[in-house]
C-alpha cells in the first residue's frame, strides 16, 4: 500500500497536478480490502468498475432498474420488495410508470430480470383504461405469477366478464393472464393473496366475495384455486352425520382475534398458513377463536386448538405438519405445539408464563424462539417492564436474553405482517429471523445489551447461535467506541407506498445458513464510510465469504459505498446472501448518469460488461490529428516476403491517378457550430455546461443564434 501512495505522489508531481494525490489514495484505501480477498473469476469485469472493487466475497455492482425511467425513481417497502430465492428477479416499484410500461398506476410494480447479458424491468400492472384499476395484491415465492385484483377493467382472459371485480393471475414470462375468481354484479369485497403452493399450481386468498354458493354472505372466506376450479377453505369439522359447513362469520388463514379483523386483510403474519405442498391450511373462526387446520385434498378438517378457550395461531413449519398456538392471556398465556399427524396436543409452557408470541420456527418445528414474561428458565427475570427470549429445543427451555416489552422489541413476535417506516425500532414491523435449520436466530435489542456493549440506548441487532449458547452483535461498531446511530432491518424508500402484499414472508436480513447478515445505519461501522449517511451493510461470520477463519466475532463490510451524498437502503437479498439489492442514487457503472434512485445489485461473481462501456475518445485538435510516420523496420522479414496471397493485383487498362482535394481548414466560427451541433445531442441538464464550454474555446464573445436556443 506504502509503494502504491509513493508511485501516485511522484506521478502527481511530474504531472503538476497535486490534487491526484488525494483521489488516487482514496481510491486505493477503497479498493485495498476487495484484494486482500485474493483473486476473483470476475476480476476482469470488476476491474471496469471502480466502486465494485472495493466490494467483499468477490462481488460486483449491476444496475437492476433500467436506464431510461422517465425522469422517475425507483422505490420500495417492505410490503412491496421482495426477490426470488435465487436472485434472479426483484420486484420494485416507481413513482410513475417507466417509459413503455402499462398501467396507470400512481405506483407501478415492476420486476426486473436477470438474463444472460443484462437485467430485463417489466410493469406487472395489465393495461388500464379510462377510470379503471388494477391493484396488484402479491407475488409467488420465485415471481414467476403476479395477482391482482381488477375494479371494472376490461375482460382481461377467457370466462372474465367485462366491468366486474375480477382476480387474476399474470405469468411473468409469456404475460398471460389466468382469472381465478370474480365477483357477482354489484357485490362489495375485496380479494387478499394468501399463498401458493404445488409449484405455484394451487392459489389460496381471503375475500368477502361469495364465490361458491356454500359460503356465507358478507364475511371473509378462504378459498383455493386450481386448475380453474374454486374450492371453499374454511370447512368445520362435520357435526354428528351432517356435513361440515362454513363458520357462520366466515374465516381467516392463519391468526385472528375475538375482537375481528384477521388474517392478510388485517395485516397479520401468516407465513405457514399453508403448506408448501397445499396439503395442510391453517385458518380461525373469529367468533370461537378456535383454530383449524383443513386438508384440501382429503376433504377433512380437524380442530387444532382445544377449544376451551380462545386461540391464536403463531406458526407453523413448511410442510404443514406442526402448528404452534398460544391460550389464555396475560400471565396465564401458554405455548402449545399441536401435530397433525395423529393429531396430537402439547403444552410447551405451564403456570403462569405470560407468553407474549413467537419469533421464530426452524428444522421442522425442533427449534420454537419465543418471548414470554414468566422466568421459565435460569437466568431470566419478572421484571414488569421486561420480557425474556426463549429457545425451546428437545423438551427443554433456555434462556437467551432480556428483551424489552414496550416501544422497542414488541413487534419481534406481533401477528403484524409489515410495517411503514423503520424495522428494528419501534411498532413498524418484525425484527427477529430464523434460519431454516433454527440454529441461529436475529433479534434487535435497544438498551441492555445481552453482549455487554455499551448501546446508550441505541438499537443494535445480535445473533444467537443455538449451537454453541453464544451471542454476537452483529452492528456493534468494532472499535467498541458507542454508537451514534441505531441500526435497521428495513427502512423504506422515501416516497414510497405500503401495500398489502407479502405477508407470508419477510426480507431476509439473515441468509439461510446463518452466515450473513444484512442490515443499514448511519454510523460508520468500517473505515471506507465517510458520507455520514445511511448506508447498507454485511456481516459474515468467520470462514464465510470473505471473512477468514478465526475471526470469532466475525466481519463487518460495506455494500453501498459509503460514499454517496445521500442515504442507500436495503431492499432485499437472495436466499443464500450473494445477491444484495439495495437503493441508492448515487451511479455506481458506467451506464447509471441520472441522478434519479435505482436498485442495484451487490452481486457475488457478478458484473455486466454492457454496462461499464468505454469512454468515447475525445476529437483530435491541431496538430494531434497528425498520423504518425512509421519508422521502417530493422533488420525484419520484407513484407512482401511475409505475405501470402495471390500476389500482386494486374494493372488496369488505363490507370488513372485520383488526386485527393485538401480540405480547408475550418474557422472558428465553423468549428463553434459544429460543437454546439454535438452538445445538443446531450441530456438536457448537461448541454448549458457543453456549449459554455464550447464558446469559451472557440469565441468566447459569440452569442447564441435563434437556431441555437430553438435546439435546446
Known amino acids: 500500500m506504502r509503494l502504491h501512495l509513493d508511485l501516485a505522489k511522484m506521478l502527481a508531481q511530474r504531472c503538476a497536478l497535486p490534487l491526484i494525490v488525494t483521489a488516487i489514495a482514496l481510491l486505493l484505501q477503497a479498493v485495498t480490502p476487495a484484494l486482500a480477498a485474493g483473486p476473483c473469476s470476475n476480476e476482469a469485469l470488476r476491474a471496469e468498475d471502480t466502486y465494485s472493487q472495493a466490494l467483499p466475497d468477490c462481488r460486483a455492482y449491476e444496475q437492476v432498474s433500467p436506464v431510461e425511467k422517465g425522469l422517475t425513481d425507483a422505490l420500495g417497502d417492505i410490503t412491496n420488495v421482495r426477490a426470488a430465492r435465487s436472485g434472479e428477479a426483484v420486484t420494485f416499484t416507481a413513482n410513475t410508470p417507466f417509459p413503455g410500461g402499462v398501467g396507470g398506476d400512481s405506483q407501478p410494480h415492476l420486476l426486473s430480470t436477470r438474463t444472460a447479458a443484462d437485467w430485463s424491468t417489466q410493469s406487472l400492472q395489465p393495461p388500464t383504461g379510462p377510470g379503471s384499476t388494477a391493484v396488484v395484491k402479491g407475488v409467488t415465492e420465485d415471481l414467476a405469477y403476479t395477482l391482482f385484483e381488477s375494479l371494472s377493467e376490461p375482460a382481461l382472459s377467457p370466462g372474465a366478464v367485462e366491468g366486474r371485480h375480477s382476480f387474476y393471475r399474470r405469468d411473468s414470462a409469456t404475460g398471460a393472464y389466468t382469472l381465478l375468481a370474480q365477483a357477482a354484479p354489484g357485490e362489495e369485497g375485496l380479494f387478499f393473496f394468501v399463498g401458493a403452493a404445488d409449484n405455484d399450481s394451487r392459489m389460496f386468498f381471503e375475500t368477502g366475495y361469495r364465490l361458491l354458493p356454500e359460503a356465507p354472505a358478507g364475511v371473509s372466506n378462504l378459498y383455493e384455486w386450481h386448475e380453474g376450479h374454486l374450492r371453499l377453505i374454511d370447512v368445520l369439522p362435520p357435526e354428528g352425520?351432517?356435513?361440515?359447513?362454513?363458520?357462520?362469520?366466515?374465516?381467516?388463514?392463519?391468526?385472528?382475534?375475538?375482537?375481528?379483523?384477521?388474517?392478510?386483510?388485517?395485516?397479520?403474519?401468516?407465513?405457514?398458513?399453508?403448506?408448501?405442498?397445499?396439503?395442510?391450511?391453517?385458518?380461525?373462526?373469529?367468533?370461537?377463536?378456535?383454530?383449524?387446520?383443513?386438508?384440501?385434498?382429503?376433504?377433512?378438517?380437524?380442530?387444532?386448538?382445544?377449544?376451551?378457550?380462545?386461540?391464536?395461531?403463531?406458526?407453523?413449519?413448511?410442510?404443514?405438519?406442526?402448528?404452534?398456538y398460544t391460550e389464555g392471556e396475560g400471565a396465564d398465556a401458554n405455548l402449545y405445539r399441536f401435530t397433525v399427524e395423529g393429531e396430537r396436543r402439547e403444552a410447551l409452557t405451564s403456570g403462569p408464563a405470560g407468553v407474549l408470541g413467537v419469533m421464530g420456527i426452524g428444522g421442522d418445528g425442533a427449534y420454537v424462539y419465543f418471548a414470554a414474561k414468566g422466568a421459565l428458565a435460569g437466568g431470566a427475570s419478572e421484571a414488569k417492564e421486561h420480557a425474556n427470549l426463549y429457545l425451546e429445543h428437545e423438551g427443554a427451555i433456555s434462556f437467551i436474553a432480556g428483551l424489552v416489552e414496550e416501544g422497542q422489541n414488541e413487534m419481534d413476535w406481533s401477528a403484524a405482517a409489515g410495517g411503514n417506516g423503520e424495522v428494528g425500532v419501534s411498532d413498524n414491523g418484525r425484527s427477529s429471523r430464523v434460519s431454516p435449520d433454527g440454529r441461529t436466530l436475529l433479534f434487535t435489542v435497544a438498551g441492555a445489551s445481552p453482549t455487554g456493549y455499551q448501546s446508550d440506548g441505541h438499537v443494535e441487532i445480535y445473533l444467537y447461535d443455538a449451537g454453541s449458547g453464544g451471542i454476537s452483535c452483529v452492528s456493534c461498531n468494532p472499535s467498541g467506541a458507542p454508537p451514534s446511530s441505531n441500526a435497521y432491518?428495513?427502512?423504506?424508500?422515501?416516497?414510497?407506498?405500503?401495500?398489502?402484499?407479502?405477508?407470508?414472508?419477510?426480507?431476509?436480513?439473515?441468509?439461510?445458513?446463518?452466515?450473513?447478515?444484512?442490515?443499514?445505519?448511519?454510523?460508520?461501522?468500517?473505515?471506507?464510510?465517510?458520507?455520514?449517511?445511511?448506508?447498507?451493510?454485511?456481516?459474515?461470520?468467520?470462514?464465510e465469504g470473505s471473512c477468514p477463519a478465526g475471526r470469532g466475532a466475525g466481519c463487518i463490510f460495506l455494500i453501498s459505498s459509503g460514499q454517496s451524498t445521500e442515504p442507500s437502503y436495503f431492499a432485499e437479498a437472495s436466499a443464500s446472501g450473494t445477491d444484495v439489492f439495495f437503493f441508492t442514487r448515487q451511479s455506481l457503472v458506467g451506464q447509471d448518469t441520472d441522478t434519479n434512485i435505482d436498485v442495484y445489485d451487490a452481486r457475488v461473481g457478478g458484473g455486466i460488461a454492457a454496462q461499464n462501456p468505454l469512454a468515447p475518445l475525445a476529437p483530435c485538435l491541431g496538430e494531434a490529428c497528425r498520423v504518425a510516420?512509421?519508422?521502417?523496420?530493422?533488420?525484419?522479414?520484407?513484407?512482401?516476403?511475409?505475405?501470402?496471397?495471390?500476389?500482386?493485383?494486374?494493372?488496369?487498362?488505363?490507370?488513372?491517378?485520383?488526386?485527393?482535394?485538401?480540405?480547408?481548414?475550418?474557422?472558428?466560427?465553423?468549428?463553434?457550430?459544429?460543437?454546439?451541433?454535438?452538445?445538443?445531442?446531450?441530456?438536457?441538464?448537461?448541454?448549458?455546461?457543453?456549449?459554455?464550454?464550447?464558446?469559451k474555446r472557440y469565441d468566447a464573445k459569440s452569442k447564441a443564434t435563434k437556431s441555437d436556443r430553438r435546439g435546446r
Open 241 to 324: 352425520e351432517a356435513p361440515g359447513k362454513a363458520p357462520p362469520g366466515g374465516a381467516f388463514a392463519g391468526p385472528a382475534a375475538l375482537s375481528g379483523g384477521g388474517g392478510v386483510s388485517t395485516e397479520k403474519f401468516v407465513q405457514g398458513a399453508v403448506s408448501e405442498d397445499g396439503r395442510h391450511v391453517f385458518f380461525t373462526d373469529p367468533e370461537t377463536g378456535r383454530i383449524y387446520v383443513r386438508e384440501p385434498q382429503a376433504g377433512r378438517t380437524s380442530a387444532v386448538s382445544a377449544g376451551v378457550e380462545p386461540a391464536f395461531w403463531r406458526g407453523a413449519t413448511p410442510d404443514g405438519s406442526q402448528v404452534f
Open 489 to 543: 432491518l428495513y427502512i423504506k424508500t422515501p416516497g414510497a407506498h405500503a401495500y398489502n402484499l407479502y405477508p407470508g414472508g419477510l426480507p431476509r436480513n439473515l441468509s439461510e445458513d446463518g452466515g450473513r447478515v444484512l442490515f443499514e445505519t448511519e454510523e460508520a461501522l468500517v473505515p471506507q464510510d465517510g458520507n455520514g449517511e445511511l448506508d447498507v451493510y454485511e456481516w459474515e461470520a468467520e470462514g
Open 629 to 695: 510516420q512509421s519508422p521502417a523496420p530493422a533488420l525484419g522479414v520484407p513484407v512482401s516476403q511475409a505475405f501470402s496471397g495471390p500476389g500482386n493485383l494486374a494493372p488496369s487498362a488505363e490507370p488513372q491517378a485520383v488526386a485527393k482535394p485538401k480540405s480547408k481548414p475550418l474557422t472558428r466560427a465553423q468549428k463553434l457550430s459544429k460543437a454546439l451541433k454535438t452538445c445538443r445531442k446531450k441530456p438536457k441538464r448537461q448541454r448549458a455546461g457543453c456549449e459554455s464550454q464550447a464558446r
